[in-house]
C-alpha cells in the first residue's frame, strides 16, 4: 500500500453530489490507523461476533427493508464478511460494512444517527455493524423515492449501492456498484471468520445504473486494462530515475476504493496499476512514465501494482488475481528491462523506509515468480501452494483440482486432462490413490489425501538450513496436514522447522524437526 509524499497544501475540490468521499483508504495515506501496519490486538471482547451471522444478514435486512442478498454482496464486496477484529481499514472503515468514518465519509455517523447504536458497539459488534449497514442502505434508497414495491425490486437500489462505496467520480461508483451486482449474478459462498456459512444463490439482475457512465477508456501503457487517472496531485509528472523495481502492494480494502482513494485530492497517495480479486481485472491510474507516490524513496525507481484485499486474509488472492498479476509484470519487465528476480519484483514491506507489511506471509512469491518467468495464460504452469487445502469431490471446480489432478497424474493414477473439473475420472483415480495408501477410498479429497498427495515422492533427510523444491513440498504437504498455513518459500527456516516439530508431535514421532524416513512415510501415508 502506498505512503503519502510530504504533505503540502492545496485546495479541495467539491464533492461530486451524493457520491462523496473515498471508498476505502486503499493504501496507507489516510492520517490515521494503518491497517497493514502492525497494530495491537483488541481486548477479547473487542468484537462480538455471536453466532448467526447469516440470521444477522436476515434480521437486518428484514428491519430495513433492504434485499438480504444485495446486503450480503455489499459486505462480501467490502471484506469477504471479516470484521478483522474491530481494527480499522485504511480508510477508517470498520466491520463486514465497513462503516467508514474519515473526512470525506461518514458512513459510521450515519448509521449511529439511524439505529441509535453507539459507534463504539457498530465499529466491534458484528450484528450491530450489519444493522449499521442495512441503515444506511435503506436511508438512500428513501433519498432515492424507493417505496416497498420499489425496494423488493433489487435492479432499483443501483445507485443506492453505488453511493454507499463513497466514489468521488461515475467512474469509481460503477465499478463499485457493478462489483457487488456481480456477486448477485454469480452468486457466493463465503466462511466468516468463526466458520459460518453465508450464501447468495446466483441470479439474472439487470441494474438500473442511473446515467452513472463506466470507465470506457483503456489503458496506453498496457491495452487490457482500463485507465481512471488518479487526481494529478497524487502523483508527479515524469521521473527522476529509470524504473529498476515493481513493488507489490495489497490495499487493504476493495478494488473500487483503491480507484477511488487515488482520486481524491486529499489522498496524496496513488499506484501505477490496481489488480481486482475474483476476476484479475486490471486498472491503470498512474502512467509508468509518472512518478506513482506508493513507496516513500522508491517512488521514482518503481512502479507500483496495487492487489484488492487485506493481509490478514489469504482468500483475497486467487488464482485469477496471481496470473493476472504476473502477465502484467511479466510485460512490464519485458518493456523497462527488469530482471525477473526477488531483488527486482518486491513486497512493500522490503522497500527501505516503509513499515508496511504487505504483501504479507499469505503471499506466494514461489508461485507468483514462476508465472511470471514462465507465463501466466496460457495454462501451462499448475499451482501447487495455496495457503490452505479445500475439500475437493464430483463437481468441484478450480485450480485446487487442477493441482490434485497433476499430482495423480504424476504418480500414475490417470486423472487425465488438467482442466481443473472434478469429473467422474478424476473421482476414479482419487479412489485408486487412496487405495494405494489405505485411506478411506471415498473418492473425496479431504486433508489425508491432501497430505499424501501433496507428500508423495522421495525421501530425502531435510533440516534446518536446507532449501530447494523437496522442501517445498514439505511445506505444502504440512500446510494440508496441519490445516495451518506453512509458508512455501522453499527454505527450511525455523517457521518450518516449527511446524515440522508440531507435525511429529501430533503423529507421536520423535520431534526433533529433522524429517527423515518416519516422517516423510508418515506424511505419504496421509497421517
Given at each position: ?11 479541495r ?76 481499514s485504511?480508510?477508517n ?72 462505496g463513497?466514489?468521488?467520480?461515475d ?71 529509470a ?14 476504493g ?33 512518478t ?25 488472492f ?22 525477473k ?55 468441484s471446480a ?56 501433496l507428500?508423495?515422492?522421495t ?42 516439530r508440531?507435525?511429529q ?23
Open positions: 500500500m502506498p505512503f503519502p509524499t510530504p504533505h503540502r497544501p492545496r485546495a475540490t467539491a464533492l461530486l453530489g451524493a457520491l462523496t468521499g473515498a471508498l476505502v483508504l486503499a493504501s496507507g495515506a489516510f492520517p490515521g490507523p494503518a491497517a497493514a501496519r502492525p497494530a495491537p490486538a483488541p481486548p477479547p471482547s473487542a468484537e462480538r461476533s455471536a453466532p448467526g451471522v447469516a440470521a444477522a444478514f436476515d434480521r437486518a435486512a428484514r428491519a430495513h427493508g433492504v434485499p438480504r442478498d444485495l446486503l450480503v454482496a455489499v459486505a462480501y464486496g467490502e471484506t469477504r464478511l471479516d470484521g478483522h477484529a474491530g481494527r480499522p485504511h480508510a472503515g470498520y466491520g463486514v460494512m465497513h462503516l467508514v468514518s474519515n473526512p470525506r465519509h461518514r458512513t459510521l455517523a450515519e448509521a449511529a444517527a439511524l439505529t441509535g447504536e453507539d459507534e463504539a458497539r457498530l465499529r466491534r459488534d458484528t450484528a450491530a455493524n450489519i444493522r449499521g449497514g442495512a441503515a444506511v442502505l435503506r436511508s438512500y434508497a428513501d433519498d432515492l423515492g424507493l417505496d416497498a414495491a420499489g425496494r423488493r425490486d433489487v435492479d432499483a437500489w443501483y445507485p443506492a449501492v453505488a453511493r454507499y463513497g466514489a468521488r467520480s467512474a469509481g461508483a460503477r465499478l463499485y456498484a457493478d462489483a457487488v451486482y456481480g456477486f448477485l449474478t454469480d452468486g457466493l459462498s463465503a466462511r466468516t471468520p468463526g466458520g459460518e456459512r453465508v450464501t447468495v444463490p446466483p441470479r439474472p439482475v439487470t441494474p438500473e445504473r442511473d446515467g452513472l457512465t463506466a470507465a470506457g477508456a483503456q489503458s496506453a501503457d498496457y491495452p487490457s486494462a482500463r485507465w481512471v487517472p488518479a487526481h494529478p496531485g497524487n502523483y508527479s509528472a515524469g521521473r527522476a530515475a524504473i529498476r523495481q515493481i513493488v507489490v502492494h495489497v490495499t487493504q480494502g476493495s478494488y473500487a483503491a480507484i477511488s482513494w487515488f482520486q481524491d485530492p486529499a489522498s496524496n497517495v496513488s499506484a501505477h496499476y490496481v489488480i481486482r480479486s475474483h476476476d484479475g481485472e486490471v486498472t491503470q491510474t498512474v502512467r509508468d512514465r509518472d506513482a507516490y506508493h513507496a516513500r524513496s522508491a517512488n521514482s525507481s518503481t512502479l507500483g501494482i496495487e492487489h484488492e484485499g487485506y493481509v490478514s486474509n489469504p482468500s483475497w486467487t488464482d485469477a488475481m496471481y496470473r493476472s498479476s504476473a502477465a502484467l509484470t511479466r510485460h512490464l519487465c519485458d518493456r523497462y528491462g527488469i530482471p528476480d526477488r531483488a527486482h519484483i518486491v513486497g512493500h514491506h522490503e522497500v527501505p523506509g516503509n513499515d508496511h507489511t504487505d504483501p504479507g506471509p499469505h503471499w506466494d512469491w514461489t508461485y507468483y515468480l514462476r508465472l511470471v518467468r514462465d507465463g501466466s495464460g496460457d495454462g501451462g504452469t499448475v499451482r501447487l501452494s495455496f495457503p490452505s487445502y479445500s475439500t475437493l469431490r464430483s463437481g478450480g485450480p485446487q483440482v487442477s493441482a490434485a489432478q497433476f499430482l495423480l497424474n504424476q504418480q500414475g493414477f490417470g486423472a487425465g486432462t488438467v482442466d481443473g473439473l472434478f469429473g467422474s475420472g478424476t473421482r476414479t483415480a482419487v479412489t485408486a490413490f487412496q487405495r494405494s495408501r489405505g485411506l478411506g477410498a471415498d473418492g473425496v479429497v479431504g486433508a489425508r489425501t491432501w497430505t499424501a498427495l507428500a508423495a515422492g525421501r530425502p533427510l531435510l533440516r534446518e538450513g536446507g532449501s530447494g523444491a523437496d522442501v517445498a513440498r514439505l511445506q505444502r504437504a504440512l500446510t494440508a496436514a496441519l490445516g495451518r498455513t506453512v509458508n512455501t518459500d522453499g527454505l527450511f527456516g525455523p517457521a518450518t522447522a516449527d511446524a515440522v508440531d507435525y508431535r501430533t503423529r507421536g514421532l520423535t520431534a526433533d524437526g529433522v524429517v527423515g524416513p518416519a516422517t516423510w512415510s508418515a506424511l505419504q501415508s496421509g497421517r
